[in-house]
């Protein structure tokens, strides 16, 4: 058995677990703004139990917190974004920065 499996059966993850939690990590949120993922993408995978759950008043994700699902701070629907948890909206804020910060560095 490669090295890889048996990490992988020791620690109880299987490879969509493992993608699952990397999109906890502002680091790995980071990477995928870098590489041109959407911030509304980002967002629906890493809170989807939330989208299942609490968040069904979204209806179709975090693409509604957004003016035409553009996502910019302009563009932000601040009433739907206040009504989000304290946590999404800390991940939302910095998904938006580490956007803007990275669309300015490639200019």
């Not at 992988?8 to 990477?31: A, C, F, P, R, W």
Request: proline share 2%; charged share 30%; aromatic share 10%.
């Amino acid at each position: 058995m490669p090295k890889e499996s048996v990490l992988i059966n020791v620690v109880g993850l299987t490879n969509s677990k493992i993608e699952k939690h990397q999109y906890k990590t502002k680091d790995y949120m980071t990477k995928q703004v870098k590489q041109n993922k959407n911030i509304i993408e980002i967002l629906d995978i890493k809170y989807k139990a939330y989208l299942e759950d609490d968040g069904r008043w979204l209806n179709e994700g975090f693409k509604n917190i957004f003016i035409a699902g553009e996502t910019s701070r302009k563009n932000l629907k601040t009433h739907v974004y206040l009504m989000l948890p304290d946590e999404i909206r800390h991940n939302i804020d910095y998904l938006l920065e580490e956007s803007t910060s990275w669309e300015e560095n490639r200019c």
